[in-house]
């Protein structure tokens, strides 16, 4: 479990409540990390994002749960915060309050890919949690 208790911790954990991207970097099956932006919800423990069926991000997951996330750095390269953790790919749904926290956040979103909450959840049905294990960076 991290603690959010340093000046920089707290600023993590701001960045996870506030930020509407994070990059997953996973591992493929040849050891090169595989970067991607993806949209997440913070409850506060874990990480959870959705995946479309059959990614690579999935398969890289069920190889190598181990994963990076970060976030955008400022316009000079600063500001850098990495959580390094473990993923799980759900076989259930999250609980209804966070999918309704999720889809809250990303309601804009949503509706710009010209999809409705329905269709964005029967598209990106597979749920994975990311639980952080440890953070790094620096704030300028």
Not at 77 to 88: H, I, P, S
Not at 103 to 117: D, P, R
């Amino acid at each position: 479990m991290i603690h959010f208790n340093s000046e920089f911790g707290r600023y993590v954990k701001r960045r996870l409540r506030r930020d509407q991207i994070i990059w997953l970097t996973t591992v493929d099956a040849r050891n090169s990390p595989q970067p991607r932006p993806v949209w997440f919800h913070w409850d506060g423990h874990t990480v959870l994002l959705f995946s479309e069926e059959d990614r690579a991000k999935i398969r890289h997951i069920a190889g190598n749960p181990r994963v990076a996330l970060n976030f955008n750095t400022n316009e000079e390269g600063g500001d850098v915060a990495v959580l390094l953790g473990e993923a799980r790919i759900l076989d259930k749904p999250p609980p209804p309050s966070r999918m309704s926290k999720y889809v809250k956040k990303y309601s804009e979103g949503i509706e710009s890919l010209q999809m409705t909450v329905a269709q964005f959840k029967d598209a990106y049905d597979v749920p994975i949690v990311i639980t952080p294990q440890a953070i790094r960076g620096f704030v300028d």
